[in-house]
């Protein structure tokens, strides 16, 4: 929780039993006079002190004055991260291959999920300034990090992206995660319908289906 989140939280549930109020409090004060991070762990949890500093994710409620997780466009200083979490994807075959290079050259393009220092998300928005669709590309939540709708996250920042682009229409190549984009209105789409130089990219051999979305 940041402290605006566990203030909200006080005020929302105004019953709440005085250990758990009294903690919060000092928690939010705490983090007003300058401490980065406070961390409130349960006394009843077996090993708790434990598991809090030695598992990356702890056991108690972190609270912190700036967001413990944070989507944003990414940096430079993100490519190594990027490259750790795709690596995976890319030798299952899920992930085309892309080179530091590359992924340097369209930083740009790139949305990433940090939290606590790791980037845990990341999806690629490819667009040229004069044509109105998109590429999404490099799409990928890092295995402990799936089903908690941090997909659906990096679409809708790349939605917004794609709107302030102007852009009208979205294209994917997915070889293994067609149904999750036509659960999210994307269209099974055919190689010709791909804009030329979507269509000078396509890699046969992936053999990936190509979707596309129209935004409104
Ligand atoms: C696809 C992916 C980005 C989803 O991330 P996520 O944070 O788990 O996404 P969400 O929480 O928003 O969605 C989870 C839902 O998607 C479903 N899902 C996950 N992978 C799927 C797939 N390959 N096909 C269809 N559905 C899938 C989950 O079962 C879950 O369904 P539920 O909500 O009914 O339980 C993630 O599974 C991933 O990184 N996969 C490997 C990389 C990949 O496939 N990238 C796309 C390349 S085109």
Redesign the pocket.
């Known amino acids: 929780m940041t402290t605006a989140e566990a203030e909200a939280f006080l005020q929302q549930y105004p019953e709440l039993d005085n250990t758990l109020r009294l903690s919060l409090k000092a928690a939010i004060q705490s983090c007003q006079a300058g401490i980065e991070r406070v961390h409130l762990i349960h006394r009843a949890v077996n090993g708790a002190l434990l598991l809090e500093l030695f598992s990356r994710d702890g056991v108690g409620t972190l609270i912190s004055s700036t967001a413990f997780e944070e989507l944003r466009p990414a940096t430079l200083n993100d490519i190594g991260g990027i490259l750790e979490l795709i690596k995976p994807?890319e030798q299952q075959g899920?992930?085309a291959k892309r080179s530091r290079e590359k992924i340097e050259m369209e930083i740009a393009d790139y949305i990433v999920l940090e939290r606590d220092g790791l980037i845990i998300a990341c999806i690629a928005l490819h667009s040229d300034p004069h044509c109105q669709f998109g590429a999404l590309a490099c799409?990928?939540?890092h295995a402990d990090y799936?089903?908690?709708?941090?997909?659906?996250r990096l679409l809708n920042a790349a939605y917004q992206k794609a709107q302030q682009l102007h852009l009208k229409t979205l294209f994917?190549l997915?070889t293994?995660?067609v149904?999750?984009f036509i659960e999210r209105g994307f269209l099974l789409s055919e190689f010709n319908a791909l804009p030329e130089p979507l269509k000078v990219l396509y890699n046969p051999q992936r053999n990936s289906k190509i979707l596309c979305k129209h935004l409104e």
Do not use: C
């Open positions: 994807l899920i992930l799409l990928a939540v799936r089903g908690a709708a941090r997909g659906n994917v997915s293994q995660t149904h999750w």
